[in-house]
């Protein structure tokens, strides 16, 4: 990153190739609409070459760091374009399409983390992954997600803590390894 | 033993506390040592949450078109010289430009003079940000000026205080026990003239330990007001928030 910072495309370029699988997967589980989630990425790496010396690597991983601006982007993206009445709220369609030149150990190493995040987000009650789903990859605020559920905001709210502490004992070391 | 606000923890991590209470939570973290650490343990557990997303790869394309933008970018800043690429100092916002989207006709930067149409987007905007490190590095010699105390909007923190200099056409704005932003965003200066829409900054900056000093890039002629939002990560063209700061040159 302090290569990105001094202007250095070449280490840039390592970047957008180590995460863009990551960002573009995260935008388009969100907006679920390829020309969307390219933009969303191609603002949120932009955005990140432009202000590479804000990276403070005490406060997380280059790719927490990378997704949490695809993220925030998506979010934007969504309550922009209204995308949201449009997309499905399924993932229907949507395959693991991972070329073969990524199959590396690294990637091998992630999708065992994928395989353990998505088991367990599954494993908790159908409420709270719901919760959840909306408000991480929908952009949805509780408030919305209260109404569309026709479920108490303090509820939704309460879902929301008690999903994430319990798939925080599910994943373990994983969290803190992520961080 | 526990804080009125814990629920509102998961929904903060999760990005989903609308914007009062979203403010009204980041006011309250900093002196709640119980949500503190909650919001520390769920972080990490948010943070793990793209990882559940299908794995779609990428368009070639994309990441041509990202690169031809960087290289451009990367081309001017290389032309500007090794001032551009000077860290202006520890509490001296980086330099930045809001990313742009091509495909749509969004609001403008309205770029200095010498940004010329026939300049591609890209490089105008590279152009802007070796602007805004040149403003930074003569700001360092330490300004002295007519220093007024700006008008703090933070109710959820009624001891945030600050204050903009101005020397020399070029002004400085410091804050003292002031709120950090909220999550994803950044503090973003914006430069308000009589009649027309404020105009962008590439001033960004976070607080840390309730204290930052910012010099603000561009010149104050005509500038009546210096507003201060906060915005997304990368800043916006134009403000997405009301302000939380707003300095009154003398």
């Known amino acids: 990153m302090q290569l990105v910072r001094r202007g250095d495309t070449a280490a840039f370029e390592v970047v957008y190739e180590r995460h863009a699988t990551a960002a573009f997967s995260l935008a388009y589980r969100m907006t679920g609409t390829r020309n969307v989630a390219e933009d969303v990425v191609q603002e949120a790496f932009l955005s990140l070459w432009r202000s590479g010396a804000r990276y403070d690597r005490t406060r997380g991983s280059v790719r927490t760091w990378v997704l949490g601006i695809v993220h925030n982007r998506a979010i934007d993206a969504l309550r922009r374009s209204m995308v949201h009445d449009r997309r499905r709220a399924s993932d229907e369609g949507i395959e693991e399409r991972l070329e073969s030149g990524d199959r590396t150990d690294v990637e091998a190493a992630r999708r065992d983390e994928a395989r353990e995040v998505r088991s367990a987000l599954a494993g908790l009650p159908p409420e709270q992954s719901r919760v959840i789903e909306l408000a991480y990859f929908g952009g949805f605020s509780h408030s919305e997600i209260a109404s569309m559920l026709d479920t108490p905001i303090g509820t939704v709210k309460g879902r929301m803590r008690l999903g994430l502490q319990k798939m925080r004992g599910e994943l373990n070391g994983l969290a803190e390894a992520f961080a | ?250």
């Open chain 2, 1 to 250: 033993m526990s804080c009125e606000h814990r629920d509102d923890v998961g929904a903060w991590v999760l990005g989903a506390l609308p914007g009062d209470e979203h403010e009204r939570f980041a006011a309250h973290l900093p002196g709640c040592h119980a949500c503190r650490r909650d919001v520390a343990e769920l972080q990490m557990v948010a943070d793990t949450l793209p990882l559940a997303a299908p794995q779609v790869a990428p368009p070639p394309e994309l990441k041509e078109r990202i690169m031809a933008t960087v290289r451009a970018e990367a081309a001017v800043l290389e032309a500007a010289g090794p001032e551009a690429d000077a860290a202006p100092g520890a509490p001296v916002p980086a330099p930045q430009a809001t990313p742009e989207r091509p495909k749509e006709k969004r609001r403008r930067w309205r770029l200095p003079a010498i940004a010329l149409r026939p300049i591609p987007a890209a490089v105008a905007a590279a152009v802007l940000i070796a602007l805004g490190v040149g403003a930074g590095v003569l700001l360092s010699g330490g300004p002295s000026g007519k220093t007024v105390q700006a008008q703090v909007v933070a109710p959820a923190a009624p001891g945030a205080r600050a204050s903009l200099t101005v020397a020399d056409d070029r002004a400085t704005l410091k804050v003292r026990d002031f709120p950090a932003p909220p999550s994803g965003r950044v503090y973003q200066v914006w430069l308000k003239r009589p009649g027309r829409p404020p105009d962008p900054t590439t001033a960004l900056f976070r607080v840390r330990g309730g204290d930052a000093t910012v010099d603000v890039p561009g010149s104050m002629k005509g500038v009546d007001q210096v507003l201060v939002t906060a915005e997304p990560d990368g800043g916006s063209r134009a403000p997405t928030r009301d302000p939380i700061i707003v300095a009154q040159p003398a």
